[in-house]
C-alpha cells in the first residue's frame, strides 16, 4: 500500500509495478505522532497525513514538493520509516514541452527507485491498459431541485457532498486539489519516442492547483458553470497561504456567494463545518424557511410557535403567536446535557406562556444543540435564525456580531434583512463567553461583575495574547505586578473587541449594527466594540433570546 495525496501524483505508473496506491485524506483526532516530530509551525494537513501514515501499514509513500510543510514532512518520514519507500517528486510550476520532459524524468527515476525498492518492474502492457481505463469521465454530478454549489480549494476531511445532500442542495463540480476527472490519453504503440513524457504531459493538463504559475484554466472552469452554479465552498486548511489566496481571488473575480471553510485535517470541527454549510445553503434559499406542517391552531384559536435556542452556555426559548408578538421567553443554563436542559426549558417557557405542549401549532430548534432536541419539528441554524431575530428587535440592523459561550459569529445582511454574508471563528474558544469566564476567574470575581467592575478603569493595559491559556498566565502576571482588577478587566475587554473587529471585517460590514448573545450583557465589552468600532451597537433587553426569537419567527412563516 502507497500513500499518495497529490492529484498529479503517477498513480498508474504505481500500478502498473504492482503497487496499491491509496489516497491519504487525514482525519484524525489528534497530532500525538506530529507533534513529537514536527515543528509547532508545521501545517495540520501535513501533521495529518503523518498521523495517518503512521497508523496504518502503508510500505511507503509518494509526496509532492509543494510547500516547505510538506518538505518537511518528507525529511520526518525519510528519517523515521528508512525501511520504506519515502519519495518526494519535484512538481513543474507551469506546463510546456521541456517542463513536460522535466517531470517525466522525474517519474522515471521514481518508478526505477520504486522498482529497486520492491524487486517489481514497470509492465508497459499493463501500464497501457490502466491509463485507458482513466479515459472514461465521471458522470456529472446528481442536480437536484435546490441550489447548486461548486467546491473550490482544498480537499475536506468532512465529506461536503452529503452535507449538501442533508440540506437540499447538490454538488455541482468538484475542483478540490484531489477533485475532477483523471482522463489520461496516451497515444498508441509506436506513435511516441517517450511514453514517460506523454504521460507526464496528461497529468500536468489537469485542472491547475494553486501552485501552478498560471491558473487561468480554474477561472475558465468555474465561468462555463455559470448560471448552473448558485453558490461556492472554498476549502483552505489552516496556515495555508495557496488556497487562502485562491479564497480571495475568488471573491475578487466571480460574483457568486463564497463560503470560506478553514480546517485542520481532524475531526474536532464537523460540527461548526455542519453549521457553515447549513447556513450557506439556507442562504441560498433566501431564508430558509421552507413550508412545514403545522399541528394547527390551539384551543384560543390563536397560533403558538415555539422557538429554541439549545446553546453551549444557555439553552434560550421564546414563543411567538400568529401577530408576530413574543408571548414568553426563558432562559437556562446548559447543563452537561442539551436533552435534558431542552426538556426543562421546554417546561419552563410553557408554564410562562400558560401553554400546553398540544398547543403549539410548531418547534424549531437552533444552536450547536439544535439536533438532538428530540420534540423539534425541524432545525435551523443559528445563522439564519439571529438574522431573522435581529431583524425582529430592530428592522433597521445590517451587521450582527454574536459572542456566545463558545463561538463568535458576524453577519451581514442585505436590504430585505436576508444574509449576505458571515463569518464564524475557529474551534478556538478565545474572546468567547468561556474565554471570559476564565479571565473572571483569574481575577477572582464574577462574571457578571467583570463587566461593571472594567468600567472603572483608570490605566491602559494591553493583553497581547488571546488564548485562553496564555491570557491566563498574562493575567496572572499583571496581578503579581499589582496591577488594579478594573486595569485588567478592561485589557480583557479591548483584546475581546480587537480580535471581534477583525472577524466583522471579513463579512463587508454596515451599520446599523447589533450585538447579541450572552456577552452583550458585559457592558465591558460592548464599551470597548464601541469605541474599537467607532458606531454605536443596538442590544435589545434580553440578548440571549434573539436565536430562539428567529427560530420561532422563521417555523411562524414556514406554516
Excluded at 497530532?31 to 516530530?37: G, M, P, S, T
Aim: aromatic share 6%; charged share 25%.
Amino acid at each position: 500500500m502507497i500513500g499518495w495525496v497529490c492529484k498529479f501524483t503517477p498513480v498508474e505508473a504505481l500500478k502498473a509495478m504492482g503497487a496499491e496506491p491509496v489516497r491519504i485524506d487525514p482525519s484524525v483526532t489528534n497530532f500525538d505522532e506530529a507533534d513529537a516530530k514536527m515543528h509547532p509551525n508545521v501545517c495540520s494537513y501535513a501533521k495529518g497525513v503523518l498521523e495517518t501514515f503512521a497508523s496504518a501499514n502503508f510500505e511507503g509513500i509518494v509526496l509532492k514538493n509543494c510547500c516547505d510543510s510538506i518538505r518537511r514532512l518528507y525529511d520526518i518520514l525519510k528519517a523515521e520509516y528508512p525501511d520504506k519507500f519515502i519519495c518526494l517528486l519535484d512538481l513543474p510550476r507551469k506546463l510546456d514541452d521541456s517542463t513536460a520532459a522535466l517531470y517525466a524524468a522525474r517519474i522515471r527515476s521514481m518508478a526505477e527507485a520504486y522498482a529497486a525498492f520492491s524487486g517489481r518492474c514497470f509492465d508497459e502492457e499493463k501500464f497501457r491498459e490502466i491509463c485507458a481505463a482513466t479515459t472514461v469521465t465521471h458522470p456529472a454530478p446528481e442536480i437536484g431541485p435546490g441550489p447548486r454549489v461548486g467546491l473550490v480549494g482544498a480537499r475536506c476531511e468532512v465529506d461536503i457532498s452529503a452535507l449538501l445532500k442533508e440540506n437540499g442542495a447538490s454538488l455541482a463540480f468538484d475542483m478540490t486539489c484531489a477533485g475532477g476527472d483523471r482522463c489520461i490519453r496516451l497515444p498508441a504503440c509506436g506513435e511516441c519516442e517517450d511514453l514517460y513524457r506523454a504521460y507526464a504531459l496528461e497529468l500536468m493538463r489537469q485542472t491547475p492547483c494553486m501552485r501552478m504559475v498560471d491558473v487561468a484554466d480554474r477561472s475558465k472552469y468555474i465561468e462555463s458553470y455559470k448560471g448552473r452554479v448558485d453558490g461556492l465552498i472554498c476549502h483552505t486548511v489552516k496556515f495555508c497561504d495557496y488556497y487562502s489566496f485562491d479564497y480571495e481571488r475568488l471573491r475578487r473575480e466571480t460574483a457568486l456567494p463564497v463560503l470560506k471553510i478553514e480546517t485542520d485535517a481532524t475531526t474536532q470541527g464537523a460540527g461548526q463545518i455542519r453549521t457553515r454549510v447549513e447556513a450557506f445553503v439556507e442562504a441560498l434559499k433566501t431564508g430558509g424557511a421552507a413550508k412545514a406542517a403545522g399541528r394547527g391552531p390551539a384551543k384560543d384559536g390563536e397560533t403558538y410557535v415555539l422557538g429554541v435556542d439549545s446553546g453551549s452556555t444557555s439553552t434560550n426559548a421564546v414563543i411567538i403567536n400568529g401577530r408576530r408578538e413574543l408571548v414568553a421567553s426563558a432562559v437556562l443554563r446548559t447543563g452537561a446535557k442539551a436533552g435534558d436542559s431542552a426538556e426543562k426549558i421546554l417546561e419552563l417557557v410553557l408554564k410562562k406562556a400558560k401553554l400546553r405542549r398540544e398547543d403549539l401549532a410548531l418547534i424549531v430548534s437552533t444552536g450547536y444543540g439544535r439536533v438532538s432536541i428530540p420534540y423539534a419539528d425541524r432545525n435551523i441554524t443559528e445563522i439564519t435564525c439571529h438574522a431573522r431575530g435581529a431583524r425582529f428587535f430592530d428592522p433597521k440592523v445590517r451587521t450582527i456580531l454574536d459572542i456566545g459561550g463558545q463561538d463568535s459569529k458576524a453577519i451581514h445582511l442585505d436590504p430585505s434583512g436576508e444574509v449576505a454574508d458571515f463569518a464564524m471563528n475557529d474551534k478556538c474558544a478565545a474572546g468567547t463567553g468561556r474565554f471570559l469566564e476564565a479571565m473572571a476567574r483569574t481575577l477572582e470575581v464574577s462574571i457578571d461583575e467583570l463587566g461593571p467592575i472594567s468600567l472603572k478603569s483608570k490605566r491602559s493595559v494591553e493583553i497581547s495574547s488571546m488564548c485562553t491559556v496564555f491570557a491566563e498566565s498574562e493575567v496572572i502576571s499583571l496581578i503579581a505586578q499589582n496591577r488594579e482588577k478594573a486595569d485588567i478587566a478592561a485589557g480583557v475587554h479591548r483584546a475581546i473587541a480587537g480580535k471581534s473587529a477583525a472577524l466583522l471585517s471579513r463579512v463587508s460590514p454596515e451599520p446599523p449594527y447589533m450585538m447579541t448573545g450572552g456577552v452583550a450583557k458585559n457592558p465591558g465589552v460592548v464599551k470597548a466594540l464601541e469605541e474599537k468600532l467607532g458606531v454605536s451597537l443596538s442590544i435589545c433587553p434580553e440578548p440571549e433570546i434573539v436565536g430562539a426569537c428567529g427560530a420561532a419567527l422563521l417555523g411562524l412563516e414556514a406554516i
